[in-house]
């Protein structure tokens, strides 16, 4: 029932692409967390990996280059703040994947401190599947992953998209 229409977008959980699925890396050290983002994120079409730190998240992004991050602020070791200055630093020019800081308190402070570092957006724990794929999906359609093209704006390098984001209801 999710089959996109002749040339149309796909229909709501429509990410999954076969081989050209979004990739998600997750870097959380909780693994109840780990296993309910990974149920989650799979059960709405996205490719899966995940770490359980820091560096390991670090290696990761390099290794597979993720279309998405999503990663807690309190890791052992590096921390999510740390984990993301690495990857912005290691980031070529126009290219920019997107983060998502999953925090554990609405705490202001910690909010700015991940956007400061480079995070697109936070998310606090405990939250809502609902919320966390509303989140990530307006970060993917910023990003030029939304639509039925995935990894295309990617792989071309920092061509951007020039369509209107969505139609006026």
Known sequence: SCAPGPGGPAGPAGLSRGPMAVKVLVVDDDLNIQRVLNFTLKQEGFEVILAGDGESGVALV?????????????????????????????????????????????????????????????????????????????????????????????ASGSTPSHRATSPPR
Request: hydrophobic letters at 45%; zero cysteines; proline letters at 6%.
């Open 62 to 154: 390099a290794e597979q280059a993720p279309d998405l991050i999503l990663i807690d602020a309190v890791l052992p070791g590096m921390d999510g703040y740390q984990v993301i200055t690495r990857i912005r630093g290691a980031e070529a020019a126009g290219q920019r994947v997107p983060i998502l800081l999953l925090t554990t308190e609405a705490d202001v402070v910690q909010r700015v401190k991940g956007l400061r570092a480079g995070a697109d957006d936070d998310i606090v724990k405990p939250f809502h599947p609902a919320e966390l794929m509303a989140r990530i999906r307006a970060l993917l359609a910023r990003s030029g992953l939304g639509g039925p093209r995935t990894g295309s704006a990617r």
